[in-house]
Nanobody, 117 residues
Framework: QVQLVESGGGLVQAGGSLRLSCAAS????????MGWYRQAPGKQRDLVAQ???????NYASSVLGRFIISGDSAKNTVYLQMNRLKPEDTAVYYC???????????WGQGTQVTVSS
């Protein structure tokens, strides 16, 4: 089992930045991928970004060039640096982890990000 705990959400003005963190614990050797999804009110949960064990990254087109995903293996933590935030980035952001490349087998509880115009 893997446990994921997100932090770093909050309220920010459009054009600002936030950094989300996700600390993983448990059976970490099995993980091949970690990442972030988001869900806005009334919408489906969508991919934001993922990072594989080999460092490969996968981004949604809507965040490419603005968001950066990175990982710190020593701290078992993955980060999402969010720059030039837009009101449409407002959502609950969920950390994910998977045992296969790009899979999502485990989910965190989510952290709210609100971008005001």
């Amino acid at each position: 089992q893997v446990q994921l705990v997100e932090s770093g959400g909050g309220l920010v003005q459009a054009g600002g930045s936030l950094r989300l963190s996700c600390a993983a614990s448990g059976t970490l050797f099995s993980l091949a991928t970690m990442g972030w999804y988001r869900q806005a009110p009334g919408k489906q949960r969508d991919l934001v970004a993922q990072i594989a064990r080999d460092g490969s990254r996968n981004y949604a087109s809507s965040v490419l060039g603005r968001f950066i995903i990175s990982g710190d293996s020593a701290k078992n933590t993955v980060y999402l640096q969010m720059n030039r935030l837009k009101p449409e980035d407002t959502a609950v952001y969920y950390c994910t982890a998977g045992t296969r490349r790009w899979s999502t087998d485990y989910w965190g509880q989510g952290t709210q990000v609100t971008v005001s115009s």
